[in-house]
Each structure stands twice: as structure tokens, then as C-alpha cells.
């Protein structure tokens, strides 16, 4: 059964044809951490539907091996996974200089949690399970936040 969750996260994707060229200050990666397969699959395929690009990792510490730390504009992480946290990475993320944007979810809501991810600068602190038309708000929030025109 865990093959077939995999599988789901592996189908082709359809190409955009672009023309011309590219310019990649423009494009908007976005990185989803989570240690639950389906929760990572269901997430990248919503945030691809608004026309992002997404780089999915099953934990913190695969996220960090990343060549892309310098490239993503949000991250959307789990907060209780195996190994490091997602509060545990935004605080590492921020003792070294990153300010990417943090969405997080969890499955176990705790307001000390919550208050300490927020205080590290969370954009929100969501509770799965949550609809998509909250976390894209969000994340659209997060990028202008990012971009210095929050209100706009």
C-alpha cells in the first residue's frame, strides 16, 4: 500500500511550453517537508495547480542535503516528523541567516508549539486536516510577505 502512495507522488506532470526565455528570478520554488507520503503528494499537487514549481522531502534533514536552500521562496513543513521538527529547521534556517517563509501543519495541534513557530516568524500554523483554499491564502500571503508588499 505504501508503494501505491509513492506511485501517486511519481506521475508525469504535463510540461509548460514556454516561449522565448526564461527568466528564472521569476520562478517561485516551493519546498513541502513532510514524513507522510500522501500528505506530500496531495500538497504538491495543489500548489502546482496555481503554477508553482514544488521540490517534495520526507524529512528536515533531506531538505537541508538540498542544493536549493538559497532558491526557495516558502517552505511548508510538518512540524512533528522523525529526526529534526519543522519548528526545530526554521530556527536552524534562521540562526544561519534564511528568512523563507514558513507554512507548517501538524496533526497534533499544541499551542507551545504553535506560539514558538510563530514567534520564529511562521506565517500560520495549520491543522490537518485543512482545506486547500486556506493553505494557498496563506501561502500567497507568505510570498507577499516575502516580497515586502503584505496589505497589497
Same mark, same amino acid.
Not at 503528494?41 to 538559497?70: C, W
Not at 530556527?91 to 501538524?106: D, K, M, N, S, W
Not at 516568524?121 to 495549520?126: F, S
Given at each position: 500500500?505504501?508503494?501505491s502512495? +509513492?506511485?501517486a =507522488?511519481?506521475?508525469?506532470r504535463?510540461?509548460l511550453?514556454?516561449q522565448?526565455?526564461i527568466?528564472?528570478?521569476?520562478?517561485q520554488?516551493? #519546498?513541502?517537508i &513532510?514524513?507522510? =507520503?500522501s +500528505?506530500r503528494?496531495?500538497?504538491?499537487?495543489?500548489?502546482?495547480?496555481f503554477?508553482? +514549481?514544488?521540490?517534495? !522531502? =520526507?524529512?528536515a534533514?533531506? !531538505?537541508?542535503?538540498?542544493?536549493s536552500?538559497?532558491?526557495?521562496?516558502? +517552505?511548508? #513543513? &510538518?512540524v512533528?516528523?522523525?529526526g529534526?521538527?519543522?519548528?526545530?529547521l526554521?530556527?536552524?534556517? %534562521?540562526?544561519?541567516?534564511?528568512?523563507?517563509?514558513f507554512i507548517f501543519?501538524?496533526?497534533?495541534p499544541?499551542e507551545k508549539t504553535?506560539? %514558538?513557530?510563530?514567534?520564529?516568524?511562521?506565517?500560520?500554523?495549520?491543522?490537518?486536516?485543512?482545506d486547500?483554499?486556506?493553505?494557498?491564502?496563506?501561502?500567497? =500571503? #507568505?510570498?507577499?510577505?516575502?516580497?515586502g508588499k503584505a496589505?497589497?
Amino acid at each position: 500500500m505504501v508503494q501505491s502512495k +509513492v506511485t501517486a =507522488a511519481l506521475v508525469p506532470r504535463p510540461r509548460l511550453r514556454i516561449q522565448g526565455k526564461i527568466d528564472l528570478s521569476k520562478i517561485q520554488l516551493v #519546498a513541502i517537508i &513532510d514524513d507522510d =507520503a500522501s +500528505v506530500r503528494a496531495t500538497t504538491d499537487s495543489l500548489v502546482r495547480s496555481f503554477g508553482y +514549481v514544488v521540490n517534495t !522531502f =520526507a524529512s528536515a534533514e533531506e !531538505f537541508l542535503r538540498s542544493n536549493s536552500l538559497d532558491d526557495f521562496a516558502c +517552505v511548508m #513543513a &510538518d512540524v512533528q516528523m522523525p529526526g529534526m521538527s519543522g519548528v526545530q529547521l526554521q530556527e536552524h534556517l %534562521r540562526a544561519r541567516g534564511y528568512r523563507v517563509p514558513f507554512i507548517f501543519f501538524t496533526a497534533f495541534p499544541d499551542e507551545k508549539t504553535r506560539a %514558538r513557530a510563530l514567534a520564529g516568524g511562521a506565517t500560520c500554523y495549520l491543522t490537518k486536516p485543512f482545506d486547500g483554499d486556506s493553505l494557498i491564502q496563506y501561502f500567497q =500571503a #507568505a510570498l507577499k510577505m516575502r516580497d515586502g508588499k503584505a496589505g497589497s
